[in-house]
């Protein structure tokens, strides 16, 4: 088990101590002249308040002074400002519960009086703290909700700027969650273009630091000590100990990574004071697992020992769940290195069950996640049992052939010989098909085709398209339910067949933008219900067609499936694009790599019609014919199929 999702607790420590420093502190005034300095202007806009809050931002006493006046004055902007600031003070201390009820106060009364920025800076603030509490689809909803209503606004100003960068950050960390590591990079340097006009050391300490992430889980390790390194250089000129905190303990994770735990431990034992110090924790508790971690690959293993059941009881205490399950990752691999193995696959447990839970609460469950693992387990038990069939059915071949050996006379010993041969012969021969039947099976339950369509699903859901989500949602679900229905079954109707290849059709057009616009004519007559053919035949034809085809192409993009009877023993099917061709499709790179995957596609296919045609009169016929204008310029690619009837 890897360190998988260490990208989404560090994201989280990087962008919380933000509005730990969000408040800075521009005019020279004691912290109770600043707060009556505020009440007497009681100024109109963001800026201004936040200006002279930073002289009593850590002051739990004064901030709630400075609520309570604001309510007496009555000054609304001052108090939604002030429970903003609570909420910050009480998820410093991880009073989590508390913050968010603030959070939410603050937002309300920015709603009331229509101050837009206050409403912007209220709705991050409630996504950071959800963040920490890894309620990831809840802060994704809150940091959406900030960037739409700032970008929305006709005038820019400094505190809708930074909203933006804050909201692009967070969406860059959700991105990190997904594992799409290019994906968050871009939004991090989109982020870091906004700090550099806000001319931000914080917002640059931040981002820099998140970049740095990105190029450590894709095993970029030098670009992440370079990023992490210039994160550095933004928290030494703000002074941050937090963020010197943060990013030594990203680049000694980084040198471990790289075998380097002398240079880590130096690194991470610097900040353990500072982390102690400040009091959180959520930092404490990261330090000592990194500390744990490094006295452990030096051999240190009763110190790292120690460590990392602090670790554990912190992250326990304060419901900490991915810094639990690294503790207990860590404890195993202690316990084997020094031959507890029993503890460590108790740790290992542990460990496994805990990042469960942490990815659960990260919402990576969707009902359609549940439906594709109930019926793949069921694909599996089934070829499970089949294969106890077919090791039954060999045992006692094998016993059958002993006994008849015995009983049977000299006469009989040739015939004998001859008959178990050709019963191997039927047993390989369906072993050879079966094989085939599963190789298909795993090339259409592609995990990367999976993944892709519940991500988009995901993001019509993230973009509110609720009903068309549902809609995708609920032909995706179909669509699984007819692969594994029709890999039961040696024939199917040409009627499902078709109705198999509506539902892959319409998914995969959802990663096309629903650009491709096809057609399935059948010919007036026929009677798809009665044609049987092998199931799910059709789909590495229309899958070559679409993404070998039809994806590289600018333009019109146009696919068609035709059904016709021209004589009284065969059915002819016709696929037909207007893509780019097998000339041109050759010549692409990512191509060439990709010829082997589709040949072993192909292969399967006709060793499958081979199979269904043998026991018939007739046999199949498959052409590919590609198509050309007068000038002889690629039109596309055409797939003639035909097949004999029962």
């Known amino acids: 088990m890897g360190f998988s999702f260490l990208k989404e607790f560090k994201s989280i420590l990087i962008f919380v101590f933000l509005v730990g420093n969000i ?15 505020i009440l007497e202007k009681q100024f109109s806009n963001y800026d201004s308040v936040h200006k002279y809050s930073g002289f009593f931002k850590r002051d739990s006493l004064l901030i709630k002074k400075f609520i309570q006046k604001s309510q007496i004055v009555p000054y609304k902007l001052g108090e939604s400002f002030g429970e903003n600031m609570f909420g910050i003070y009480l998820r410093d201390i991880s009073e989590y519960k508390d913050a968010l009820a603030h959070h939410e106060k603050s937002l309300q009364i920015a709603l009331d009086i229509k101050d837009i920025e206050m409403q912007v800076s209220a ?74 006009t806000l001319k931000s050391d914080l917002g640059l300490a931040i ?45 000694g994770q980084v040198y471990l990574k790289q075998n380097k735990p ?106 359609s996640d549940l439906i594709m693992k109930y019926d793949s387990e069921q694909k599996k038990n089934i070829i499970k049992l089949l294969e106890q069939q077919n ?43 079966l094989s085939a039947e599963q190789k298909l099976m795993r090339s259409q339950m592609n995990p990367h085709f999976i993944f892709n369509a519940l991500l988009s699903i995901r993001i019509y859901l993230q973009n509110h398209n609720v009903s068309e989500a549902i809609e995708y949602l609920n032909q995706f679900s179909k669509l699984i339910r007819s692969i594994l229905s029709s890999s039961l079954e040696k024939e199917i109707s040409l009627e499902e067949e078709l109705e198999t290849m509506r539902l892959y059709i319409n998914i995969e057009n959802i990663r096309f933008c629903n650009e491709i616009n096809y057609t399935i004519n059948i010919e007036e007559n026929l009677d798809l219900k009665r044609i049987k053919i092998p199931s799910l035949i059709l789909q590495p034809f229309v899958e070559n067609a679409l993404w ?67 026991n018939l009169k ?27 009837l029962n």
């Open 262 to 367: 002398k240079i880590a431990l130096e690194l991470i034992e610097s900040t353990l004071l500072t982390a102690e110090a400040i009091g959180d924790k959520f930092y404490i508790s990261f330090a000592y697992v990194n500390m744990g971690w490094a006295n452990s690959e030096l051999g240190n293993y009763v110190l790292g020992e120690k460590y990392l059941l602090d670790a554990m009881n912190i992250a326990k205490e304060n419901d900490l769940k991915q810094f639990l399950s690294m503790s207990y990752l860590h404890l195993s691999d202690l316990k084997d290195a020094t031959g507890n193995y029993k503890k460590a696959l108790e740790y290992q447990r542990l460990s496994q069950k805990v990042q469960e839970e942490y990815l659960n609460e990260a919402n990576h469950k969707y009902v």
């Open 391 to 433: 090791n039954f059915a060999t045992l006692e071949l094998e016993q059958s052939r002993k006994s008849f050996i015995l009983v049977l006379v000299v006469f009989f010993l040739i015939l004998v010989l001859l008959f178990i041969l050709y019963r191997q012969y039927r047993l390989k021969s369906q072993k050879r098909t």
């Open 548 to 614: 070998h085809g039809l994806q590289p192409k600018e333009g019109e993009k146009k696919l068609s499936i035709t059904i016709k009877k021209s004589q009284a023993n065969y059915v002819n099917i016709t696929i037909t694009d207007n893509g780019i061709g097998r000339t041109k499709t050759m010549k692409l790179d990512s191509e060439k790599l990709n010829t082997q995957k589709k040949s072993i596609g192909i292969n399967l296919t006709l060793k499958r019609l081979e199979n269904f045609s043998k």
């Open 123 to 196: 709705l991050n603030m409630t996504g950071v703290v959800y963040r920490r509490i890894d309620a990831v689809r809840s802060a994704l909803d809150k940091h959406n909700a900030a960037l739409r209503l700032a970008e929305s606004q006709p005038v820019q100003t400094n505190t809708l700027t930074r909203g933006i960068s804050i909201s692009l950050n967070s969406i860059g960390n959700i991105y990190l969650l997904l594992r799409d590591f290019k994906a968050a990079e871009t939004y991090f340097k989109k982020a870091i273009n906004y700090e550099r």
């Open 618 to 644: 007739h046999s199949y016929k498959l052409d590919v014919v590609d198509l050309y204008d007068d000038y002889f310029e690629a039109l596309g690619t055409q797939v003639k199929l035909v097949l004999p």
């Open 23 to 37: 408040f800075l502190c521009k005019a020279q005034k004691t912290p109770e002249e600043s707060l009556n300095y």
């Open 207 to 251: 981002n820099y630091a998140n970049l740095g992430i990105t190029y450590e889980e894709r095993g970029y390790f030098e670009e992440a000590i370079n990023n992490y390194n210039e994160s550095l250089k933004y928290n030494n000129i703000i002074d941050s100990d937090l963020g010197r905190v943060i990013c030594n303990n990203s680049l």
